[in-house]
């Protein structure tokens, strides 16, 4: 088993392309398991990340911070000897998974290995102009007061701590 197989732990390999597809926020592997079906009659293997706090890592403590996420994936690239990064191979970012998948790509130009051939990002603005706005960062109860003044959220749902 190598390092990658917990980042990775669905991965099968392929002599062909294979993608390395990051979900958004608060989704596991199954979300891309349409365009896996999909993709494997092209000759495109995809294996999707499974991160701290989701399936099978659902007792792992969800990281924090894009930093925390990258070192934990150079940690396991670099234990691996960037093994799954030898052969042909794109990366697929879905929303908040495409700014991981961007990072990812910058940091795996960079590293000694093959580049990816291909970064798809998909439903996310570009990285500079993704904002931070600071409201991930607020107390909860301001949270749920500024999502209640933007309107459409049910009352009960804001009144659920849960």
Do not use: W
Not at 85 to 110: C, M, N, P, T
């Amino acid at each position: 088993m190598s390092a990658m197989d917990k980042l990775f732990p669905y991965r099968k390999g392929t002599d062909g392309l294979e993608l390395f597809a990051f979900p958004h926020v608060g989704a596991g592997s199954a979300s891309f398991n349409p365009l896996r079906a999909a993709l494997r009659h092209q000759g495109v293997a995809l294996c999707a990340a499974v991160f701290p706090g989701r399936e099978r890592r659902l007792r792992e403590e969800p990281h924090r911070s894009m930093d925390s996420l990258l070192a934990e994936f150079a940690d396991v690239a670099e234990r691996d000897a960037y093994s799954a990064f030898r052969g042909e191979y794109a990366l697929l970012g879905h929303s908040a998974g495409a700014l991981v998948a961007d990072q990812i790509a910058r940091f795996l130009v960079g590293a000694p290995c093959r580049s990816p051939r291909l970064l798809v990002v998909c439903s996310c603005s570009p990285p500079p102009r993704c904002l931070d706005t600071g409201i991930s960062r607020l107390p909860t109860d301001e949270l749920i007061a500024r999502t209640a003044a933007m309107g459409g959220t049910p009352r009960a749902l804001l009144a659920d701590d849960d």
